[in-house]
């Protein structure tokens, strides 16, 4: 079956320390990957996307980026974090262009709660 | 205005009752997913449909394309089922998820 997972779990930065999440898929191939970010009260917003190996889409421009250097791993990363990076980060993926079909469902994972102090 | 629009916003039943929670897009769509979002963060995949109607337990979910609407019903509520509850639609043609801002459900014992 397939599993996602996230860490670190919880993160404590201060302002202007660089940042890095990872993701990683197991029990498939050839994923769609996703980074979201739900901040405080607010609904999830799509950070980037990535449909294969170092293929990165972005939806909003801030200074996070994304990397995906194999085929069931995801990196969220920033050189200098922000107060408003704060927020809970999900990682999620549905089955790829491929024998999967485009339209699987989205599953999640368990997600990093981000301070940034 | 938001593509994805959920109703109500707060929602508070007793133990007991019969749910409904409502979502209307303006945009069209290939397919729409309701998720389960648990106090601790963690989001769960309910259903995802692009027609007729699902259901999987407690939890029944219909879709009317033409009117672009979807609901979720949850039969005989119990306090476990309190959660954030989230439509979201995969636009036609598109890999990403549109989001609405949830349905905060609480149910009480």
């Known amino acids: 079956s397939q599993t996602i997972h996230q860490w670190p779990a919880t993160l404590v930065q201060p302002v202007g320390s660089p940042l890095s999440l990872e993701c990683t898929v197991e029990g498939t191939s050839n994923p769609n990957l996703y980074w979201y970010r739900q901040a405080a009260g607010r609904g999830l917003q799509l950070l980037f996307y990535s449909v294969g190996i170092g293929q990165i889409s972005s939806e909003v421009p801030q200074n996070l980026s994304a990397s995906r250097p194999q085929d069931r791993q995801f990196i969220l990363s920033s050189k200098k974090l922000l107060l408003s990076d704060s927020g809970f980060y999900l990682c999620a993926w549905t089955g790829g262009g491929g024998t999967s079909g485009r339209y699987n469902e989205q599953f999640f994972g368990p997600g990093t709660r981000l301070t940034v102090l | 205005k938001n593509e994805v629009e959920q109703s109500p916003q707060n929602l508070t039943a007793q133990e007991g009752e019969f749910i409904t929670i409502n979502c209307s897009y303006s945009v069209g769509i290939s397919a729409l997913h309701w998720l389960q979002q648990h106090p601790g963060g963690g989001i769960v995949s309910l259903f995802m449909?692009?027609?007729g109607k699902k259901k999987h337990g407690r939890l029944i979910a219909t879709i009317n394309i033409q009117e672009k609407h979807s609901s979720l019903h949850i039969t005989a509520s119990h306090p476990r089922d309190s959660a954030v509850y989230i439509c979201?639609?995969?636009?036609?043609?598109?890999?990403?998820?549109?989001f609405g801002k949830g349905t905060k459900l609480t149910v009480n014992p």
């Open positions: 449909l692009s027609s």
């Open positions: 979201a639609v995969r636009k036609g043609g598109s890999e990403k998820l549109v």
